[in-house]
Each structure stands twice: as C-alpha cells, then as structure tokens.
C-alpha cells in the first residue's frame, strides 16, 4: 500500500514538474519570438521553483536508469 503511494505521487510530482518547465518552455519562446524581442524576465522565487522541478526530473531519471 505504501509503495503503490508513493509511485502514484512520484508520478503526479513527474508530471506536474514537466508541464511546469514545459510552461516556462513556451513563455521564454514567446518573448523571443516576440516583435520587437522582450526581455525574458523570472522573479527569484520562479527560478528556485524551476530549479527544484528540474533537480526532481533529473533525479528521478538517474534513479530510473
């Protein structure tokens, strides 16, 4: 019971992490595909946010290979 627990989370946790980078994905081509280009701009908070998200991912498929 607790393993099926916390597969469901690491997956839930995977995804919600991909869809969060995946967003930030498409803010950094829409400011740059902008006309004229407007500078990407990220609050310190969203960037420690993004970096967490991208440390799980990386983590979860070094734990997996």
């Known amino acids: 019971m607790i393993e099926t627990t916390l597969i469901y989370s690491t997956t839930f946790l995977a995804v919600f992490a991909?869809?969060?980078?995946g967003r930030l994905l498409v803010s950094f081509l829409k400011a740059l595909l902008s006309n004229?280009?407007?500078?990407f701009e990220?609050?310190?908070?969203?960037?420690i946010y993004y970096?967490?998200?991208?440390?799980?991912?990386?983590?979860?498929?070094i734990y997996l290979v």
């Open 18 to 21: 991909s869809l969060s980078l």
């Open 36 to 39: 004229p280009p407007k500078p």
């Open 42 to 47: 990220i609050e310190r908070s969203a960037l």
């Open 51 to 61: 970096g967490i998200c991208v440390s799980f991912l990386v983590t979860l498929i």
